[in-house]
């Protein structure tokens, strides 16, 4: 993953170099909105973890792990639309074929990647799941939709299959008793 992230920028320098600056600068920006919506994101997670936490006491398990499963998908369904858009909107610019590829590629996974990195301990083994699935994801979906050119709508729901592992950890997670894992020694 770390060198298709360094083949995603040299892949935007040679798209800046045969003139294809419109798609370098939407992709900074929409890499500088995915960081901020990271960020967001996080607070959000906290937040639905919280409220699991407080339904699971005050109404039992089945309410609290399902305000819970909120915070495993609602995650993953925004990097997986992100990623879906960055690669259409991408894909869909004038220049090299494999170029928009790995640039849109970096666009798409860059900012969970380097969010998971510089996250909070409590937060990183979720961020780093859900960065490592989108990358799958990512990679599935180019796969489906360039290569075997099946319908979009089919190409997405795939890449929920990806995304199971980090919404059942999110979901797990979100309904943990926080001082019970801090406790646990390996």
Known sequence: MALLSVVSVISGVAL??????????????????????????????KGLDAAALAVLERRGRRAGRIVGLLSGILPMLVVL????????????MQARPELLWFWSY?????????????????QRTSCGIR????????W??????LIC??????????MLLPAILPI???????TADREALRNVRI
Do not use: K, N
């Open 168 to 174: 059942t950890v999110g979901t797990l997670l979100a």
């Open 149 to 158: 050119h099946v319908p979009h709508w089919l190409a997405f729901a795939a």
């Open 106 to 122: 970096g666009v798409a996974t860059g900012p969970w990647t380097i969010f998971a990195q510089y996250v909070g301990s409590d």
């Open 131 to 138: 960065a490592y699935a989108g990358h799958l994801a990512y």
């Open 81 to 92: 639309g992100w990623e879906y858009l960055c690669l259409t909107r991408i894909m869909a």
């Open 16 to 45: 800046l170099l045969s003139g294809a600056w419109m798609v370098v600068v939407g992709g900074i920006a929409a890499f500088v909105v995915g960081l901020i919506v990271a960020a967001l994101l996080e607070y959000l997670v």
């Open 140 to 145: 599935l979906l180019s796969a489906l939709v």
